[in-house]
């Protein structure tokens, strides 16, 4: 068990969450309010909302993607519920850590935004 960071307050830690958390319910929509929110402020919360911005991207392209090519394959349907449940899934995975005083960061994702 890692211990918690002191140097992030409980106030960074709670939008840090929730912009975790509303990418998990809002998916890009909901990334890009809290993300817009605090773009201009460095630190933990702009850090872990670019994060989840990021991450969202890379989800609704491949959301997108799977959408087309499921007209010629419709098996690939299922790649755009799949890609939906992994950013839920991490996405609360993030807010969880976040939570904890600990940076998050996707197992995968482009760095799309800075």
């Known amino acids: 068990m890692t211990t918690q960071d002191t140097t992030i307050t409980a106030d960074e830690r709670k ?4 912009s975790h958390l509303v990418a998990a ?15 201009d402020k460095p630190g933990f919360v702009r ?8 991450f969202q991207v890379l989800v609704f392209g491949v959301e ?3 959408v087309i090519l499921a007209v010629f394959v419709p098996l690939l349907s ?3 519920s799949v890609a939906w449940l992994a950013g839920v ?12 005083g600990q940076p998050y960061e996707y ?3 482009l760095r799309i935004v800075k």
Not at 15 to 18: A, D, Q
Not at 25 to 39: D, E, P, Q, R, T
Not at 89 to 100: E, I, M, P, R, Y
Request: glycine share 8%.
């Open 15 to 18: 939008w840090g969450m929730i």
């Open 25 to 39: 319910v809002f998916a890009i929509v909901g990334a890009l309010v809290i993300w817009f929110m605090h773009k």
């Open 47 to 54: 850090d872990q909302a670019t994060e989840a911005l990021n």
């Open 64 to 66: 997108v993607v799977a």
């Open 78 to 80: 299922l790649l755009a």
């Open 89 to 100: 899934v991490f996405a609360v995975l993030g807010a969880l850590t976040v939570n904890k």
């Open 107 to 109: 197992p995968f994702g």
